[in-house]
């Protein structure tokens, strides 16, 4: 979703919010372990509906399972899979928790045009079972990505037609439409403040040119995990155009698009980027189909050994973690997975969890991967 980061001000300050930060995520891993799979937001939507009446509530419930699948699912067709055709006939079968919630007014509707929840004034909020939903496109033959997702933080510079540019903070209203397009996509998305902090460092021209070093500074009390920077201009006759260059988890982009407004724009930008993420990252769930052999050092203790072995049996696709021998500080693993070796190591240094070296050692005609655990 689009978040407002808020300005610490000063070193110990961003120090601190860095400690209270890493003090939530513990609390966090801690109850995750407790409580089972936990996998954030990705199997929980709210979807607007005009009532709460069954006919109401059945259109709900299934637009609520297409958002789940297009948000975990790595398939542009997934929906037309005749597993996936026969679970939006009941997607009852799918999710374990519903509730209604009032929709709050849209601030940006125009006068005298009923506005979006006026239409529909209730949100119908759905938290989908993992295990179902995975094993239902399991069945579909449909790769799935339920880990950590980059957070992304955009700069957008917007040229209007009398040639003045401007930088659109988390206050534009632009950012709802945007903050929509991110959740419904599930991509973590920041937009910055655009305040006095942020306007000492860089200004439009900078972004608009892409000048590395502004862009850069300006981009370290956000904490993202990836920066796009995005040109918006009106085009000559009509609509507009955007461009965005920057990487993303190891994908680079360079691309462009007309859209008939800025927020049709943007929301094309957010889809191309999780269509590629999806693409990467995406993982098969069914029977094992390979195997990874991983050197883990830095187990010094039962904790972290523990801790460890955790994570990989949680990761989407791993079938099976045996520990095969321990040396000193140092633990052979077999992990059995779903897809191939290649995709589980591309998942593993997008997480960042357990670092791996870029290249494997072999004993005999095994290729063993040696990694450190970071936890």
Same mark, same amino acid.
């Given at each position: 979703?689009?978040?407002?980061?808020?300005?610490?001000?000063?070193?110990?300050?961003?120090?601190?919010?860095?400690? $209270?930060?890493?003090?939530?995520?513990?609390?966090?891993?801690? !109850?995750?372990?407790l409580a089972?799979?936990?996998? %954030?937001?990705?199997?929980?939507?709210?979807v607007?509906?005009?009532?709460?009446? !069954?006919?109401? =509530?059945?259109?709900?419930?299934?637009?609520?399972?297409?958002?789940?699948?297009?948000?975990?699912? #790595?398939?542009?067709?997934?929906?037309?899979?005749?597993?996936?055709?026969v679970?939006?006939?009941?997607?009852?079968?799918?999710?374990?928790?519903?509730?209604?919630?009032?929709?709050?007014?849209?601030?940006?509707?125009?006068?005298?045009?009923?506005?979006?929840?006026?239409?529909?004034?209730w949100?119908?909020?759905?938290?989908?079972?993992?295990q !179902?939903? @995975?094993? @239902?496109?399991?069945?579909? &033959?449909?790769?799935?990505?339920?880990?950590?997702?980059?957070?992304?933080?955009?700069?957008?510079?917007v040229?209007?037609?009398?040639? =003045?540019?401007?930088?659109?903070?988390?206050?534009?209203?632009?950012a709802?439409?945007?903050?929509?397009?991110?959740?419904?996509?599930? $991509?973590?998305?920041?937009l910055?403040?655009?305040?006095?902090? &942020?306007?000492?460092?860089?200004?439009?021209?900078?972004?608009?040119?892409r000048?590395?070093?502004?862009?850069?500074?300006?981009?370290?009390? +956000?904490?993202?995990?990836a920066?796009? *920077?995005?040109?918006?201009?009106?085009?000559?006759?009509?609509?507009?155009?955007?461009?965005?260059?920057?990487?993303?988890?190891g994908?680079?982009?360079?691309e462009?698009?007309?859209?008939?407004?800025?927020?049709a724009?943007?929301?094309? $930008?957010?889809?191309?980027?999780?269509?590629?993420?999806?693409?990467?990252?995406?993982?098969?769930?069914g029977?094992?189909?390979?195997?990874?052999?991983?050197?883990?050092?830095?187990?010094?203790?039962?904790?972290?050994?523990?801790?460890?072995?955790? +994570?990989?049996?949680?990761?989407? %696709?791993?079938?099976?973690?045996?520990?095969?021998?321990?040396?000193?500080? !140092? *633990?052979?693993?077999?992990?059995?997975?779903?897809?191939?070796?290649?995709?589980?190591l591309?998942?593993?240094?997008?997480?960042?969890?357990?670092?791996?070296?870029?290249?494997?050692? =072999?004993?005999?005609?095994?290729?063993?991967?040696? #990694?450190?655990?970071?936890?």
């Open positions: 979703m689009v978040a407002e980061s808020r300005c610490t001000g000063g070193r110990a300050r961003r120090l601190a919010g860095r400690v $209270l930060r890493g003090l939530a995520a513990g609390l966090l891993a801690a !109850s995750a372990a089972g799979a936990a996998e %954030g937001d990705l199997f929980r939507v709210a607007p509906v005009a009532d709460q009446g !069954s006919a109401a =509530r059945a259109a709900g419930e299934r637009a609520g399972l297409v958002r789940v699948l297009e948000r975990v699912a #790595g398939a542009p067709d997934v929906l037309d899979r005749p597993e996936v055709r679970a939006l006939d009941d997607p009852r079968r799918y999710y374990r928790s519903a509730g209604y919630a009032r929709r709050p007014e849209d601030p940006t509707g125009e006068a005298g045009a009923e506005a979006p929840a006026e239409r529909e004034p949100l119908l909020e759905l938290e989908f079972d993992r !179902s939903v @995975l094993d @239902l496109l399991a069945a579909a &033959d449909v790769p799935v990505w339920t880990g950590d997702r980059p957070e992304l933080l955009l700069w957008i510079a040229e209007e037609a009398d040639g =003045r540019r401007s930088l659109v903070g988390a206050d534009h209203p632009w709802p439409p945007l903050a929509d397009a991110a959740r419904r996509l599930g $991509l973590p998305v920041t910055p403040l655009v305040d006095l902090t &942020d306007l000492a460092q860089l200004g439009a021209r900078d972004v608009w040119a000048f590395r070093e502004p862009v850069e500074v300006a981009s370290e009390r +956000y904490d993202a995990d920066v796009l *920077l995005v040109r918006l201009r009106e085009a000559p006759v009509a609509g507009w155009q955007l461009d965005w260059t920057g990487e993303v988890a994908l680079s982009f360079d462009a698009l007309e859209a008939p407004s800025p927020e724009g943007l929301e094309a $930008l957010l889809e191309t980027v999780a269509d590629d993420l999806l693409a990467r990252y995406a993982i098969r769930v029977e094992a189909a390979s195997v990874l052999w991983l050197q883990v050092d830095g187990i010094d203790d039962y904790p972290r050994y523990a801790a460890l072995v955790r +994570y990989l049996d949680g990761l989407t %696709g791993v079938k099976d973690t045996q520990v095969v021998q321990v040396q000193e500080r !140092s *633990l052979l693993l077999r992990v059995s997975a779903a897809d191939t070796v290649e995709r589980l591309d998942l593993l240094r997008l997480e960042r969890r357990l670092e791996t070296a870029p290249e494997p050692e =072999r004993a005999g005609d095994v290729r063993i991967w040696r #990694g450190r655990w970071r936890g």
